[in-house]
């Protein structure tokens, strides 16, 4: 029998790239059984809740958003007493000093808890919600200028820490390679990379300090392959650009893709009329006997 979902399992974070509003379309997808879950770009972690495995290994590159997890399922009371205190400085002046603290050398000093805090109350109150970070790696994007916007989610994140608490869900914070090196056959891999660029995107500077390159995108389909042939299920998703369907059109006698066509409203283009339904795909990948 299905386990009944638990609906307050639910992004905590805006993150650029999100997958919320994409699930129905991959729902489809979705391997019926497996035994762990990895999710080696986790961002907001959209598919995650969805899916509420009770085994799972989750990783992002970002270590300050993996820190925000770690504090949600193990300094929960103090995290909302935190949050509680910033709702009451949703305006322009509080937002540019509390952002501004990164720069400063009493930030090194504050414990994980507080940047969790601080990070949770940048991301709901700036502009976009995006989490972008300058060449220094300090956090850089505008105030947003919001009515209400919910910084303090308590059931939201009560549900996600009791979720956290209650399963076997590993925290890891580094490339997606090391993260997925010890996936066991039968585990369901779903790989949400930063997206190949469209030609004619405006330059959307990335999640990392780095970026994401086509060289790491064929880094992520060489282990892609490495993980078929292991026997894990996989699914990725990513831009429909002629690059990545290349790419992933190169197959073996043992290993294919499928390139499905899905169709997502995207928001991270700063030209506002720009925004709007976008063509991306979500790649299953199969191995035939
Ligand atoms: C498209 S977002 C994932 C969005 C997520 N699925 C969601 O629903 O919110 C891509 C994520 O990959 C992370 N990332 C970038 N480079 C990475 C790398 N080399 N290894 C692991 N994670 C990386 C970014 O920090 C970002 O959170």
Same mark, same amino acid.
């Given at each position: 029998?299905?386990?009944?979902?638990?609906?307050?399992?639910?992004?905590?974070?805006?993150?650029?790239?999100?997958?919320?509003?994409? @699930?129905?379309?991959?729902?489809?997808?979705?391997?019926?059984?497996?035994?762990?879950?990895?999710?080696?770009?986790?961002?907001?972690?959209?598919?995650?809740?969805?899916?509420?495995?009770?085994?799972?290994?989750?990783?992002?590159?970002?270590?300050?958003?993996?820190?925000?997890?770690? !504090?949600?399922?193990?300094?929960?009371?103090?995290?909302?007493?935190?949050?509680?205190?910033?709702?009451?400085?949703?305006?322009?002046?509080?937002?540019?000093?509390?952002?501004?603290?990164?720069?400063?050398?009493?930030?090194?000093?504050? #414990?994980?808890?507080?940047?969790?805090?601080?990070?949770?109350?940048?991301?709901?109150? !700036?502009?976009?919600?995006?989490?972008?970070?300058?060449?220094?790696?300090?956090?850089?994007?505008?105030?947003?200028?919001?009515?209400?916007?919910?910084? !303090?989610?308590?059931? *939201?994140?009560?549900?996600?820490?009791?979720?956290?608490?209650?399963?076997?869900?590993?925290?890891?914070?580094?490339?997606?390679?090391?993260?997925?090196?010890?996936?066991?056959?039968?585990?369901?891999?779903?790989?949400?990379?930063?997206?190949?660029?469209?030609?004619?995107?405006?330059?959307?500077?990335?999640?990392?300090?780095?970026?994401? #390159?086509?060289?790491?995108?064929?880094?992520?389909?060489?282990?892609?392959?490495?993980? @078929?042939?292991?026997?894990?299920?996989?699914?990725? #998703?990513? #831009?429909?650009?002629?690059?990545?369907?290349?790419?992933?059109?190169?197959?073996?006698?043992?290993?294919?893709?499928?390139?499905?066509? *899905?169709?997502?409203?995207?928001?991270?283009?700063?030209?506002?009329?720009?925004?709007?339904?976008?063509?991306?795909?979500?790649?299953?990948?199969?191995?035939?006997?």
């Amino acid at each position: 029998m299905k386990k009944k979902q638990n609906l307050l399992l639910q992004p905590v974070l805006k993150w650029a790239g999100g997958k919320r509003q994409l @699930i129905p379309q991959l729902e489809k997808f979705f391997p019926l059984k497996y035994t762990t879950y990895y999710e080696p770009f986790m961002g907001g972690g959209a598919v995650l809740f969805h899916l509420q495995p009770h085994k799972a290994v989750v990783n992002d590159f970002n270590e300050d958003l993996i820190n925000c997890y770690k !504090c949600i399922k193990d300094n929960l009371d103090e995290l909302l007493e935190k949050l509680k205190y910033y709702e009451t400085k949703n305006d322009a002046t509080s937002y540019y000093k509390i952002r501004a603290i990164d720069r400063t050398d009493e930030y090194k000093n504050w #414990s994980p808890v507080e940047r969790a805090a601080r990070l949770i109350y940048l991301n709901r109150t !700036c502009y976009n919600g995006l989490f972008r970070m300058n060449s220094a790696g300090q956090f850089n994007s505008p105030f947003g200028s919001y009515k209400n916007p919910c910084i !303090c989610n308590e059931p *939201v994140l009560k549900a996600i820490s009791k979720y956290f608490n209650e399963n076997e869900i590993e925290f890891r914070s580094g490339d997606f390679y090391d993260a997925c090196v010890d996936a066991p056959k039968g585990s369901f891999v779903y790989l949400d990379p930063p997206y190949d660029q469209y030609e004619e995107q405006v330059n959307f500077v990335g999640y990392t300090k780095n970026g994401f #390159s086509r060289d790491d995108q064929k880094r992520l389909k060489k282990m892609c392959d490495e993980l @078929i042939e292991r026997g894990c299920y996989i699914m990725i #998703s990513n #831009s429909k650009t002629k690059f990545i369907e290349d790419l992933y059109s190169d197959t073996t006698k043992y290993i294919s893709y499928k390139i499905n066509t *899905v169709n997502a409203r995207r928001n991270i283009n700063s030209n506002a009329q720009k925004r709007g339904e976008i063509e991306e795909v979500l790649i299953v990948g199969k191995f035939e006997e």
